[in-house]
């Protein structure tokens, strides 16, 4: 127990935080991205491509001086739509609990069942502090980061927080059958799914920009977010081309 939290909180120059060696950053593209999520892009036909890129090559373009922090439930698309926003703007994508398993060296399952979430909870708001204040970036955070106080500080000190809003039968249908959501694993997950949405849409209205997330391509979604940016977010704002 003492290796994995010296991980974590260790002062020494650990490279797994500061975005260097084989888990830094990577810059996200389009072409990459697109065999990626492939449960999420609907019927997949060639109607649907075309619709989804003529609606992508009409979007403005935009450039970005603050990261743009993905919040939400579990099974509202953050990582999904997030690589395709990060594809999108040209800026690096990153997904907080993948950066923590990757420090902590250790799923977030078992740090959960072995640590607690205090001590989660901790470390997710240093990797989130280390991601979002380096090169802007887009990033998807955990379904509990926001909640957390001092974490909400952070992000809105150095980011731009967008919250993916989904209803309980799509969370429902969207986490069905996945064994890695240490949250689910404690009862029946339409009940538990039901008193997170209680608990948590009231913080999670404080984000900076809200957008309703449907089973429409994730795509789409993007389009909405980028519609709700361009109207003058802080730290968003139009490119010329």
Same mark, same amino acid.
């Given at each position: ?62 450039? +970005?001086?603050?990261?743009? $922090? #993905?919040?939400?439930?579990? !099974? /509202? ?5 997030? *690589?395709? =926003?990060? @594809? ?44 979002? +204040?380096?090169?802007?970036? $887009? #990033?998807?955070?955990?379904? !509990? /980061? ?5 974490? *909400?500080? =952070?992000? @809105? ?85």
């Amino acid at each position: 127990m003492r290796r994995v939290i010296g991980i974590f909180f260790m002062k020494g120059r650990n490279p797994l935080f500061y975005g260097e060696g084989p888990f830094a950053r990577r810059q996200c593209t389009y072409d990459t991205l697109m065999d990626q999520c492939s449960p999420h892009r609907g019927n997949g036909g060639e109607g649907e491509d075309m619709t989804v890129s003529s609606a992508l090559t009409s979007m403005p373009r935009f450039s +970005t001086q603050r990261s743009i $922090v #993905l919040v939400g439930l579990m !099974g /509202a698309g953050k990582s999904c739509v997030g *690589r395709r =926003l990060a @594809a999108r703007l040209n800026m690096p994508f990153a997904d907080s609990d993948s950066e923590i398993e990757a420090a902590a060296g250790t799923a977030i399952t078992d740090f959960f069942q072995n640590h607690g979430e205090a001590a989660f909870r901790e470390g997710e708001r240093k990797v989130i502090a280390r991601l979002i +204040t380096g090169k802007p970036c $887009v #990033l998807a955070t955990g379904g !509990g /980061a926001f909640c957390d106080p001092a974490t *909400r500080d =952070l992000v @809105a000190a150095h980011a731009t927080s967008v919250w993916l809003r989904a209803d309980l039968d799509l969370l429902v249908r969207r986490t069905a059958g996945k064994d890695h959501r240490p949250l689910l694993n404690q009862g029946n997950p339409r009940e538990i799914l039901a008193r997170l949405i209680a608990a948590r849409y009231p913080i999670y209205a404080e984000a900076d920009v809200i957008v309703d997330t449907t089973d429409e391509v994730p795509e789409m979604t993007v389009e909405k977010i980028l519609v709700q940016l361009s109207k003058g977010v802080k730290g968003l704002c139009p490119l010329t081309l």
